[in-house]
């Protein structure tokens, strides 16, 4: 009986397929995956956020390159974000093309792993996916909500290249480079 219960309560979890990370309790049902720390919606009157962490994207050699122009099975998936090393940048894949998301950075500091990736990855929202990643999120009416940091230039004293956040002061996308905030609204 109880395996049937654990059985029930992981199919229930895949179905919802919503993850906390640094927190008990998702807070939006159209999030896929959220991050804790205080949000500048959810701060009940306090506009400080004490949060300081965010997610930093995988670093590769080199973004690939690929013969086909058009989004295909052989290219990422539109909205695919990496820290290439080559060009210091943080680079958004977006209809066959990659966009410079930032200005050159340095790659000063950065750990190169040494090991070979195998598999697809983690995979959020679905038990499979036609994309490969190191994180895929998959899911037809749920987002990723990025963590919340009010003017991450002043309060994460480390940064690392790749870091990506909500900046609750600007309302805006904030990456670091290595060297400088990027801003998207």
Known sequence: MKQYILLLFLAGN?????????????T???????FGGETATDSSGDTETANFRGITLPTVTISPTFTAVTP????????TFLFDRQ????????NGKWIDMTDTG???????????????GVIIGSSTSNAEGTLILE???KALVLPHI????????????GMMCYDTLSNSIAIFDGLNWSYWK
Do not use: C, H, W
């Open 150 to 161: 009010k003017d991450p230039a002043t309060k994460v004293k480390s940064p690392y290249q």
């Open 72 to 79: 295909s099975s052989n290219n990422p998936q539109n909205g």
């Open 28 to 34: 939006s049902i159209s999030s896929i995956l959220e």
């Open 106 to 120: 340095t790659v000063t500091g950065i750990i190169p792993s040494s090991g070979t990736e195998t598999g697809k």
């Open 87 to 94: 060009m210091m940048k943080v680079r958004m894949f977006e």
């Open 139 to 141: 899911s037809p009416n």
């Open 14 to 26: 895949l179905l919802n397929a919503q993850v906390a990370i640094g927190k008990s309790n998702i």
